[in-house]
């Protein structure tokens, strides 16, 4: 019965839960790409529409592949190795639709070692998170 209720609310709309881990992945992903343009001397508070366009491409792509993943749908008690899969499939989609993005719509080129360190980088911190997250929460009585 527990899991019809979990269901239904999650069909009524976004629950707490699922509202925090987006806003986590979405802080995660704009802080992977601030730090690498600090790295290369650009300053987010000076140069804010760099940043935003710098950072759109990936937070899009992150989203519009967790939605056809269904990541969003799924309840965090999955198991732990569920998560990891499951984000770890979602990001490398993401990275490759961001990276599309950014030099097709965003018009922003980058040197070829780029897509390997946003896609490696990307992946330790939104596996970290996820991983860690659902670990707490499956501990949690």
Do not use: C, K
């Amino acid at each position: 019965m527990d899991s019809a209720v979990r269901t239904d609310d999650r069909s009524q709309g976004i629950d707490r839960e699922t509202l925090l881990l987006g806003v986590g992945d979405i802080v995660l992903l704009a802080g992977l790409v601030v730090v690498g343009q600090l790295s290369h001397n650009v300053n987010p508070l000076t140069q804010p529409v760099a940043s935003l366009e710098a950072i759109a491409p990936f937070v899009i792509g992150w989203l519009v592949v967790a939605a056809i993943a269904g990541l969003y749908t799924r309840p965090a008690t999955s198991s732990v190795t569920r998560i990891a899969r499951l984000t770890t499939i979602t990001w490398l989609g993401a990275a490759n639709v961001g990276l599309l993005l950014r030099q097709s719509v965003f018009g922003a080129t980058a040197a070829w070692p780029f897509p390997l360190v946003i896609t490696g980088f990307g992946f330790l911190l939104l596996v970290g998170w996820r991983v860690g997250y659902t670990a707490v929460l499956r501990r949690a009585p």
